[in-house]
């Protein structure tokens, strides 16, 4: 088995290279998602949140208020770190059981945002970077996401730079081209995962 971890700056395409290697056939997992996850109804996940931001934070339908957490737990570092640690070890417990049923040969690519920023490049075989100018990224979040300038200048103000993330890359995948560009690059990068994922 192969662990790639996967990152990349918000606009820089990460989900599109997820996608692609997925058709490939690499098992992925995603971080956020698992995240989401283990906060959804029914889990001992939101039970604990609840417990510890108070049942204000549900919305009416008993899932959790995204927007209102975010407004609490963004203006507190305290706070973020009293959420970091409910959640993180619950998606570190589903990451390493969805691992443990990938094959001995899979490729499992961990699609982890804040790779760089918390320092996790040693948790993984190899770290992919993708890659795209602040123009590009700036860009996309306004045209594609539909963002304010401001709002997206922030977003990306809170992340690694592009150089912290490049710093600890071991292939980088450049996506300030087109899709094909894209495309070919990610068909290139994933021969060199799966002669790696081999036994030898």
């Known amino acids: 088995m192969l662990k790639v971890g996967l990152t990349g700056g918000i606009g820089a395409g990460k989900s599109e290279v997820s996608r692609l290697f997925v ?10 998602r698992i995240a989401r996850e283990v906060v959804e ?3 001992p996940g939101l039970d604990a949140v609840v417990e510890a931001f108070g049942p ?5 339908d008993g899932t959790l208020d995204r927007p209102k957490l975010g407004s609490i737990v963004f203006a507190d570092e305290a706070r973020r770190a009293e959420l970091n640690a409910i ?11 969805l691992e443990a049923a990938a094959g001995a040969d899979a490729v499992v ?9 918390n320092r996790l490049a040693p948790l993984y075989d190899l770290v992919v970077v993708v890659d795209a100018s602040p123009e590009t990224q700036l860009d996309r979040l ?17 992340q690694a730079t592009r150089e912290e993330r490049r710093a600890i890359a ?21 021969a060199i995962l799966e002669e790696r994922a081999r036994p030898s």
């Open 23 to 32: 058709s490939y056939g690499a098992v992925l997992i995603d971080a956020d």
């Open 41 to 43: 109804p029914g889990t």
């Open 56 to 60: 204000e934070i549900l919305a009416a």
């Open 87 to 97: 959640v993180h070890p619950l998606v570190g417990a589903r990451s390493a059981e």
């Open 109 to 117: 690519v961990h699609d982890v945002p804040l790779l760089a920023e």
């Open 142 to 158: 306004v045209r594609l996401r539909g963002m304010n300038e401001s709002d997206a200048r922030a977003r990306m103000a809170a």
């Open 170 to 190: 071991d292939l980088v995948i450049d996506n300030d081209g087109p899709l094909e560009a894209l495309e070919r690059q990610v068909r290139e990068v994933w």
